[in-house]
């Protein structure tokens, strides 16, 4: 099972602000580790949406923003839109299992 | 443009092997670093194995620790992960993706290829 929790599904209307929330331990995001965020359209490979917290890579709209604090990270989505409706999961290292690359349960955002 | 084509999915029987392929084009293969990423239908992200472009360093979830192995052909420019003693529970999406990033901070998955499916079944 995944060391890091999200909640399984967050939804808004277009145009509202929503934050999915990625809850870890001192293993993890708490020992200092970077959080990412992926995002999952459905039938396709996941993408990376924010690297190292709170960073976007070329071409992410800046309507996606990312922040960590303590043992917990957020992805915040401003101005939804339809086409942000996808999964999206955090994903961080664990240094407490064999060093592992771990990734949160997933969140469903959907747009009402 | 930074390419990754996986291949070699299909459905086995438990206990049987399988090897997928992972054609990289687009970068400089060795001064990379290549994974596995898996998902199971309908479930989430687990990542599975990790291996240098030069082929030196690799890592290994827990869970495939001694079935699988990841391996590299630099002339090839493509990634392998041959899967031994497959089981039930490793059905799913087989990804390859590159790292980005650096070790201190903790490395993301950066450039994905479409994945290729495993199923065991009898």
């Known amino acids: 099972q995944s060391v890091l929790t999200q909640p399984p599904s967050v939804s808004g209307a277009p145009g509202q602000r929503v934050t999915i929330s990625c809850t870890g331990s001192?293993?993890?995001?708490?020992?200092?580790?970077?959080v990412h965020w992926y995002q999952q359209l459905p039938g396709t490979a996941p993408k990376l949406l924010i690297s190292?917290?709170?960073n976007r890579p070329s071409g992410v709209p800046d309507r996606f923003s990312g922040s960590k604090s303590g043992t917990s990270a957020s992805l915040a989505i401003t101005g939804l839109q339809a086409e942000d409706e996808a999964d999206y999961y955090c994903q961080c290292f664990d240094r407490s299992l064999s060093g592992s690359y771990v990734f949160g349960t997933g969140t469903k955002v959907s747009v009402l | 443009e930074v390419q990754l084509v996986e291949s070699g999915g299909g459905l086995v029987e438990p206990g049987e092997s399988l090897r997928l392929s992972c054609a990289a084009s687009?970068?400089?293969?060795?001064?990379?670093?290549f994974n596995w990423v898996r998902q199971a239908p309908g479930k989430g992200l687990e990542w599975v194995a990790s291996i240098s472009g030069d082929g030196i360093y690799f890592y290994y979830a827990d869970s495939v620790k001694g079935r699988f192995t990841i391996s590299t052909d630099n002339a090839k420019v493509s990634v392998y992960l041959q899967m031994n003693s497959l089981r039930a529970d490793d059905t799913a999406m087989y990804y390859c993706?590159?790292?980005?990033?650096?070790?201190?901070?903790?490395?993301?998955?950066?450039?994905w290829g479409p994945g290729t499916l495993v199923t065991v079944s009898s």
């Open positions: 001192s293993s993890n995001i708490g020992a200092g580790y970077a």
């Open positions: 687009g970068f400089t293969f060795r001064t990379h670093t």
């Open positions: 993706a590159t790292w980005g990033g650096d070790s201190k901070k903790g490395y993301y998955f950066d450039n």
């Open positions: 190292d917290n709170d």
